[in-house]
């Protein structure tokens, strides 16, 4: 066994496991059937989370992804659709699940380099009322996407756009504490242009599971539905929901940690010979790996324990940093991705 070789987990924010002081406050929690609303620290953790987003009412669910869905099936009904870019996750990377299981119909319009849509590109796919047509119900955006904050000023005009033409608006806000910290604004400022908002709470702020589902009380009842219909209706999860209130408490400041161990991270790659390295906003990097290297790149990377996502033959990938890697441990990954190409 390799026990000897330390692990640096960059592939995401995701692996983050619960400290010892998350785990005491989950021990500690008070507890009761949510599905009949007895659960006293899930219901701390909803009203916190809309309290901090600004919004009359918050869901507890397990997942980001089943907190996008049930955004979307509150929003849209059988046979609506939603505007949403090609690289969304509540497009891209969630199943399909909108159209399965919501038979919501999505309108994907491509993301620019900075994440955005054009407005113009927005404007052009809200369909008349038209019987030929799905009716074009929601605009969804996600900010951070990609790591990248989308400008304020954008969100504004694009939100406004959709209001114009009677749409209601969605944010997948799972990283939207990556995007405040940086910009050193209230999350609330970010959340306001957006009818409802999703947060995760297990990726940079390191809970072991949870997503709240944040809107207008009407909304978040319907949403309540839904969560049942979907199984996410959970019994004494409060022992769960105590991560997310500790998390809130003592991860969200320590965000910008994880955004200057990323900039140092991009700097020493970026000296690397022939990466080419995506200066990040926040806590993920991109670098492109010339192909005649990259899978060896890849291959010394894992042997010396250093763990990053890989795709497209290994000449692109995608470096998270989080709590559970800290300056030392992004000072290590630089001396073990500098030696491959000492040795070359
Ligand atoms: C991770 C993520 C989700 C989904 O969260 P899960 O808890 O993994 O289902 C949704 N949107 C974005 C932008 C994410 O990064």
């Known amino acids: 066994?390799?026990?000897?070789?330390?692990?640096?987990?960059?592939?995401?924010?995701?692996?983050?496991?619960?400290?010892?002081?998350?785990?005491?406050?989950?021990?500690?929690?008070?507890?009761?059937?949510?599905?009949?609303?007895?659960?006293?620290?899930?219901?701390?953790?909803?009203?916190?989370?809309?309290?901090?987003?600004?919004?009359?009412?918050?869901?507890?669910?397990?997942?980001?992804?089943?907190?996008?869905?049930?955004?979307?099936?509150?929003?849209?009904?059988?046979?609506?659709?939603?505007?949403?870019?090609?690289?969304?996750?509540?497009?891209?990377?969630?199943?399909?699940?909108?159209?399965?299981?919501?038979?919501?119909?999505?309108?994907?319009?491509?993301?620019?380099?900075?994440?955005?849509?054009?407005?113009?590109?927005?404007?052009?796919?809200?369909?008349?009322?038209?019987?030929?047509?799905?009716?074009?119900?929601?605009?969804?955006?996600?900010?951070?996407?990609?790591?990248?904050?989308?400008?304020?000023?954008?969100?504004?005009?694009?939100?406004a756009l959709a209001r114009r033409h009677s749409l209601s608006c969605h944010l997948d806000g799972a990283r939207v504490f990556n995007a405040a910290v940086a910009q050193g604004v209230p999350v609330e400022t970010l959340a306001r242009p957006f009818d409802t908002v999703s947060v995760c709470l297990s990726k940079g702020l390191g809970a072991p599971i949870g997503s709240v589902l944040v809107g207008?009380?009407?909304?978040?009842?319907?949403?309540?539905?839904?969560?049942?219909?979907?199984?996410?209706?959970l019994r004494q999860v409060g022992i769960l929901a105590a991560a997310g209130l500790y998390a809130l408490e003592h991860n969200v400041e320590r965000l910008a940690d994880d955004h200057a161990n990323a900039q140092a991270l991009a700097q020493g790659l970026a000296k690397l010979p022939g990466l080419k390295v995506t200066p990040p906003d926040t806590n993920i990097i991109f670098v492109e790996v010339p192909a005649d290297i990259a899978p060896a790149f890849a291959e010394h990377l894992a042997q010396h324990g250093v763990k990053v996502t890989s795709a497209y033959g290994?000449?692109?990938?995608?470096?998270?940093?989080?709590?559970?890697?800290?300056?030392?441990?992004?000072?290590q990954a630089l001396l073990v991705a500098s030696r491959f190409f000492a040795n070359r």
């Not at 002081?21 to 659960?39: L, Q, S, T, W």
């Not at 919501?104 to 900075?114: G, R, T």
């Not at 470096?319 to 000072?331: F, Q, S």
């Open 216 to 233: 207008p009380a009407a909304l978040i009842a319907k949403g309540r539905r839904l969560r049942k219909m979907l199984g996410g209706g």
């Open 1 to 159: 066994m390799s026990a000897a070789v330390l692990q640096y987990d960059f592939r995401s924010d995701t692996v983050t496991r619960p400290s010892p002081a998350m785990r005491a406050a989950m021990a500690a929690a008070e507890v009761g059937d949510d599905v009949f609303g007895d659960d006293p620290t899930v219901k701390r953790l909803e009203q916190q989370v809309a309290e901090r987003l600004g919004k009359e009412a918050g869901l507890y669910v397990p997942s980001g992804t089943q907190s996008n869905l049930i955004a979307l099936m509150a929003h849209c009904e059988r046979g609506d659709e939603y505007i949403v870019g090609q690289q969304a996750h509540c497009y891209r990377w969630e199943a399909g699940g909108a159209a399965v299981l919501g038979s919501i119909q999505p309108q994907p319009l491509a993301n620019q380099p900075d994440g955005t849509l054009l407005l113009a590109d927005i404007e052009a796919n809200i369909k008349p009322d038209d019987p030929h047509y799905a009716r074009t119900r929601l605009l969804a955006l996600e900010n951070t996407i990609g790591g990248k904050i989308l400008p304020q000023t954008y969100v504004e005009a694009a939100t």
């Open 314 to 331: 290994a000449t692109r990938q995608r470096w998270v940093t989080h709590l559970d890697v800290d300056r030392a441990a992004v000072e």
